[in-house]
């Protein structure tokens, strides 16, 4: 823990020594620009190298993911400035790290040979995370310039939308045959020098590139050398096809703590591997993915995007929310004549349908959560139901009678705590039915029931809230 708080701390601390060098840069060269001397030019030119010079360096000492958190913490302005010191050598690995908002602010401002030259540094793999960013005359000249192989496997990975196994998946594998022993293994992995990162395990095929097991290099390196591969390998590995969904695939790597895992076709030839880094990169993904369509965003922002943009990003559900706000304000409006007499329902009614709001939205949280994990299914649907309506009825009871006595203590009418506490709980009722309903509905038609459930539950108990309450103020107190 403490090594991941100095990590950040370093972080932070370099953000700010490049901010610090970009002022100074601007603030000297500004000064110099103005000064009238002899070789005006020449002066110019060498403080702007100087300056230029210790930035570049505190750049080149920084790991790629570094580089993009700062370029994502800057302003578009000082972020093009970052971006032209970085080695050319290093675009290709930085646009891989930066957030897909930013990513498209720094390949707008390349052109198309640069853009080239970035993309030619990567693995096939890595292209296929960076090619739908690019233009496609980029993109083609790219495809052209690869050897066959690494095309098919480009356009293959292309091909698989952004939540199957196939678009995560890397070709760099490395591969024995089940007929040899562990030794000629051993001089086979010393021949290649290296190893692919994040390899705990070698994949064993036949002549024809079927899959047979994989071999675990804890088992190679503690086990007789004389053995045969087929004798130690794992036959009953976890094993992936391309279409596969690739939450699934995240639960298998947590389920069974996997580092790597095969990737085979139909007809179990092995055709690549998926690694923990990538599983990990699309759980990150979609956990902000699903944070932004709970705030009602249709897309990731960039940060310091214009305003414009920004504004299309968020118009959407903040309309929603204008319809849902003004059916609440027509449910208050058929009861005016019941506030008017009972002044004190208007300051209470808040109070129903805000904890009823919070209540949803606990409700709908626990809900979205297993979808994600597969655990909710037909079979248990009623029994999530009862059980949801058990602690909002619980909850309703108590903190209904709480708010009653409240209200009672507040205004002296004991009809107006009843009402309260009846109000408080149908709403929280109301509230988890809804926070069942809404989410499950949502998977069921095929759309991602996180994307927006907040603000539909934030809607049902307001109006519902404003109805209960001021409905049952009518009734009994009138």
């Known amino acids: 823990m403490a090594e991941i708080q100095e990590s950040k701390e370093s972080l932070q601390e370099s953000l700010q020594q490049v901010i610090t060098l970009l002022n100074k840069?601007?603030?000297?060269?500004?000064?110099?620009?103005?000064?009238?001397?002899?070789?005006?030019?020449?002066?110019?030119?060498?403080?702007?190298?100087?300056?230029?010079?210790?930035?570049?360096?505190?750049?080149?000492?920084?790991?790629p993911a570094d580089v993009a958190y700062i370029l994502e913490a800057l302003p578009?302005?000082?972020?093009?400035?970052?971006?032209?010191?970085?080695?050319?050598?290093?675009?290709?690995e930085i646009l891989l790290e930066v957030s897909d908002a930013v990513r498209q602010t720094l390949i707008a401002d390349m052109d198309s040979d640069e853009l080239l030259a970035a993309a030619e540094q990567l693995d096939t793999d890595e292209l296929a995370d960076l090619a739908p960013d690019l233009p496609k005359?980029?993109?083609?000249?790219?495809?052209?310039?690869?050897?066959?192989?690494?095309?098919?496997?480009?356009?293959?990975?292309?091909?698989?939308?952004?939540?199957?196994v196939g678009a995560l998946m890397d070709f760099d594998i490395v591969?024995?045959?089940?007929?040899?022993?562990?030794?000629?293994?051993?001089?086979?992995?010393?021949r290649i020098g290296s190893l692919p990162d994040h390899t705990d395990k070698l994949f064993v095929v036949d002549r024809h590139d079927i899959l047979r097991g994989v071999l675990p290099l804890k088992r190679l390196v503690v086990s007789d050398l004389d053995l045969g591969v087929a004798e130690i390998m794992a036959a009953d590995a976890v094993v992936?096809?391309?279409?596969?969904?690739?939450?699934?695939?995240?639960?298998?790597?947590?389920?069974?703590?996997?580092?790597?895992?095969?990737?085979?076709?139909?007809?179990?030839?092995?055709?690549?591997?998926?690694?923990?880094?990538?599983?990990m990169d699309f759980i990150r993904d979609e956990a902000e993915s699903d944070m932004l369509s709970m705030a009602g965003l249709r897309e990731e922002e960039d940060l310091f995007s214009s305003v414009w943009k920004s504004v299309q990003n968020r118009w959407s559900w903040l309309a929603i929310n204008l319809i849902t706000a003004l059916v609440a304000s027509r449910?208050?409006?058929?009861?005016?004549?019941?506030?008017?007499?009972?002044?004190a329902l208007a300051a209470l009614m808040p109070i129903v349908a805000g904890i009823g709001g919070n209540s949803g939205n606990q409700t709908i949280t626990m809900i979205?959560?297993?979808?994600?994990?597969?655990?909710?299914?037909?079979?248990?649907?009623?029994?999530?139901?009862?059980k949801e309506l058990g602690v909002s009825l619980m909850n309703g009871l108590i903190w209904g009678s709480v708010l009653g006595l409240i209200a009672y203590w507040l205004y002296d009418n004991f009809a107006l705590g009843v009402v309260m506490m009846s109000a408080m709980t149908l709403n929280l009722l109301l509230s988890a039915v809804m926070g069942v309903l809404?989410?499950?509905?949502?998977?069921?038609?095929?759309?991602?029931?996180?994307?927006?459930?907040?603000?539909?539950?934030?809607?049902?108990?307001?109006?519902?809230?404003?109805?209960?309450?001021?409905?049952l103020a009518t009734i009994f107190l009138l």
């Open 175 to 190: 591969t024995i045959r089940e007929d040899i022993t562990l030794e000629v293994a051993l001089r086979y992995l010393r």
């Open 368 to 386: 979205v959560r297993g979808l994600a994990l597969g655990q909710i299914s037909t079979h248990n649907m009623k029994s999530l139901l009862m």
């Open 76 to 92: 578009l302005e000082q972020r093009l400035d970052v971006w032209d010191m970085v080695k050319a050598e290093r675009d290709g």
């Open 25 to 63: 840069h601007r603030l000297v060269e500004g000064l110099v620009h103005k000064q009238d001397m002899p070789k005006h030019e020449l002066v110019e030119s060498l403080v702007h190298k100087q300056n230029l010079a210790e930035l570049h360096k505190k750049l080149d000492a920084l790991h």
């Open 137 to 164: 005359d980029v993109l083609q000249d790219l495809l052209d310039s690869l050897d066959i192989q690494n095309r098919e496997r480009l356009q293959s990975a292309l091909a698989y939308p952004e939540d199957a």
């Open 438 to 471: 809404i989410p499950l509905l949502m998977n069921r038609s095929g759309r991602d029931p996180a994307v927006g459930s907040s603000v539909l539950i934030t809607a049902m108990t307001d109006s519902g809230g404003f109805f209960i309450f001021l409905g």
């Open 331 to 343: 449910v208050i409006g058929l009861f005016e004549g019941s506030i008017e007499k009972i002044v």
């Open 240 to 279: 992936f096809h391309p279409e596969d969904k690739a939450d699934e695939a995240a639960k298998a790597f947590e389920r069974y703590d996997l580092v790597t895992a095969p990737v085979v076709d139909e007809n179990n030839k092995l055709v690549g591997r998926i690694t923990v880094d990538a599983v």
